[in-house]
């Protein structure tokens, strides 16, 4: 950051008086402009014995599979979050059914909220984030092709929770590259 939003004038790093960080402050306003972690709010929908993913058509990691997921906006919650994008990337409607994992990655500050969902219908088709929508039996999930870490990890915790019969919430850290 290099200009402040809230007055235009330039901005330094500085550890606030009662903080231990260093923060961007501006020098004319002195407003101190936080950077904190951003939301991804994700669904893994799912159809009888198998669930939907969808194949990136756009960078980060285009052309890999994931589920779909993607940045809350203001104003809506986490659960609306992952509908939308659920909707947006594979023109599904699901019903969530359980809060699934919680994935932190401290090293580029998101946190991941993933949710289980049921499909309502057997109905998809990719949205404009996405080459193709297609539905995996879980022992043909293209694991050499998923996008990122963090999809991956709620993936296996997602075939290991069916394969036992029950859902518990998976809460870890894992490192990660860029999401978008
Ligand atoms: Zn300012």
Avoid at 32 to 49: L, R, S
Avoid at 133 to 146: E, T, Y
Wanted: proline content about 6%.
């Amino acid at each position: 950051m290099n200009f402040c939003s809230a007055c235009g004038k330039p901005v330094s790093q500085k550890i606030p008086p009662g903080d231990n960080r260093l923060r961007f402050v501006c020098g004319s306003c002195q407003v101190i402009h936080y950077h904190n972690p951003k939301i991804v709010a994700g669904c893994i929908p799912q159809w009888e014995d198998q669930i939907l993913l969808c194949r990136r058509a756009i960078e980060p990691k285009s052309g890999l599979w994931t589920f779909p997921a993607g940045f809350m906006e203001i104003g809506e919650s986490a659960e609306q979050a992952a509908l939308r994008e659920t909707v947006e990337e594979a023109r599904a409607d699901v019903v969530l059914t359980t809060l699934h994992s919680v994935l932190s990655l401290p090293r580029i500050g998101q946190v991941y909220i993933v949710f289980a969902g049921k499909m309502l219908s057997k109905r998809f088709e990719a949205g404009i984030e996405s080459l193709e929508v297609q539905l995996f039996r879980l022992s043909d999930i293209p694991w050499d092709q998923i996008a990122f870490t963090v999809v991956s990890e709620a993936l296996q915790h997602y075939v290991e929770d069916v394969a036992r019969g029950s859902f518990t919430l998976h809460v870890a850290s894992v490192p990660d590259q860029i999401v978008s």
